[in-house]
């Protein structure tokens, strides 16, 4: 197999997201057997389907990241980072719809966004070694624009109109609901940080860190910045049933923090060339036939099953709460 595949070990640890996304399913299928018959005035609404798309899009990880092992190259490795996006976008899109049900992303428009994002780290490629430095300002410069967009939506409850008024306009519509403005804060403060990481990351060296994995920081950026609004809020006004999901959480984290270290350890660098890169390779950790990139997939596919474990059994506290007395927020 060797004769086709540069790292059929590579290839075939990506069988773990596969694995992570159907077992997530799997859970998802025997959690709507179980609830099925609850009454709907208790407790959050059930809906399920961007839980499914979260599923699917870690079983497709898998098949991309497969393909991107064939040949990994820069080239194609749009293969690999696209449903990371897609998972990390499922994920936030989910923890906006758990408070707000009415919520939900047009298929045009979720697709067409996603696709902006394909298409700059597509052009990026070949940007990042022409013209870095313009490529990454346009590209933080859109980063800024957008979230400032979703800032104006997400406290306007998605009034995506209010983005063509005048800005006195704008003001006047902030401040005639005075209740919503410890919310304006702290959406601020989300757009301050982000507006600090594009600060950052503009200088970062881009042998060392494409465009690619830069689009990818913003998205997990704002998937954690939002886990912490959430579970921040939920401990404030103090919710029951965190004992579970928070259990997910902790080994969730454990498999992060050892795929990080995993990932960190680097055998080789197609950067450089075949002789500098065999220099840093070293012996396989498992089996002897997968190295540190492979258990970094496994690990990887654990912590995101665990992830979105979590993230599902987050408001299984209050199932038996009437719906009118659960906070939204």
Known sequence: MNLFFSAVNNLLSNLGYITSGFGFIVVLTLR???????????????????????GCALVIEGIMGGLYHVCPNDANYQFDTTFMYIIVG????????????????EGFVAFFSFSVVTLITIVSIYGDERNPTAIRVVLLFLVVITLAIFIISFYKFHQWKLIFQSVQKLKYEFLQVPIRKCLLVRLLVALAINTMAAALLFFADPKSLDTATIVLVFF????????LYYGGLKCFHSEPGVF???????????????GITVFGMKTYNTAKTPAESRELNVKCLAGDFYDNHD????????????????????????????RKDIHSF
């Open 295 to 322: 258990v970094w997939h496994f690990l990887a596919a654990a912590a995101l099953f665990f992830s979105f474990m979590a993230i599902l059994a987050l408001d299984d506290g209050l199932a038996y709460r009437p």
């Open 220 to 227: 997990l950026l704002n998937m954690v910045i939002f886990l």
């Open 32 to 54: 709507g057997c179980i609830f099925k018959n609850r009454v709907t005035t208790y407790g959050l609404s059930q809906h399920t389907s961007l839980y499914y798309a979260m």
């Open 90 to 105: 499922l994920t936030i899109a989910k923890l906006i719809q758990i408070r707000h049900p009415d919520f939900h992303a």
């Open 244 to 258: 579970i999901p928070l259990a997910f959480a902790v080994v969730a984290i454990g498999f992060w923090c050892a």
